[in-house]
């Protein structure tokens, strides 16, 4: 059995290049041995655990939904709002809510304290994630972002 003490992890900053993204990570299942976003077959855990610092007024990530991966948020701390597909809600300690794959999400700390909450993933072995705003799209693996053009199905096969 690995153990770790949660307090003790340090916090990993990502921040977005003009500041409007940003939040502070401790990656629980990495310091459990797990490889970040591997899934199973990749020697990775079955789910992954982060807590996730967001500062005032910070956005946590863009608008986005996953292809595979479920996401389970606890909120610990702090209050702020959730942003789904159809609504936005205002989150504060105690709540909880769960995005299936296909449904877009986004959390901002719209309070006066840091927004503390943990994330509870599963970790499937490849996923695509979606950012309805921008309309960019992430292939995991190998961690690349681009955009759509239409095609038919054959083409460039002929």
């Known amino acids: 059995m690995k153990m770790i003490q949660e307090s003790e992890l340090p916090w990993i900053e990502g921040e ?7 939040v502070f990570c401790r990656t629980i299942s990495e310091a459990l041995g797990a490889p970040r976003h591997a899934g199973v077959a990749g020697g990775g855990h079955p789910f992954e655990v982060t807590l996730v610092k967001l500062p005032v ?6 608008f986005h939904s996953h292809a595979a991966q479920w996401e389970l948020y606890l909120v610990l701390s702090g209050t702020g709002e959730v942003r789904g597909p ?14 299936p794959p296909g449904e877009a999400h986004q959390l901002r700390n719209t309070g006066t304290e840091d927004l503390l ?4 993933a599963d970790n499937p ?3 695509i994630v979606h950012y309805p705003d921008s309309n960019k799209w992430l292939v995991r693996p190998p ?15 002929e």
Do not use: C, W
């Not at 159809?86 to 995005?99: H, L, T």
């Not at 909450?117 to 509870?120: L, N, P």
């Not at 961690?143 to 460039?156: E, I």
């Open 86 to 99: 159809q609504e936005v809600k205002n989150i504060g300690p105690g709540d909880a809510f769960i995005f």
């Open 57 to 62: 007024g910070a956005i946590n990530y863009p």
């Open 143 to 157: 961690r690349q972002l681009f955009t759509m053009n239409p095609a038919d199905y054959y083409d460039g096969e």
């Open 117 to 120: 909450y943990y994330v509870i």
């Open 16 to 22: 977005s290049p003009k500041g409007r993204f940003h």
């Open 125 to 127: 072995p490849a996923d």
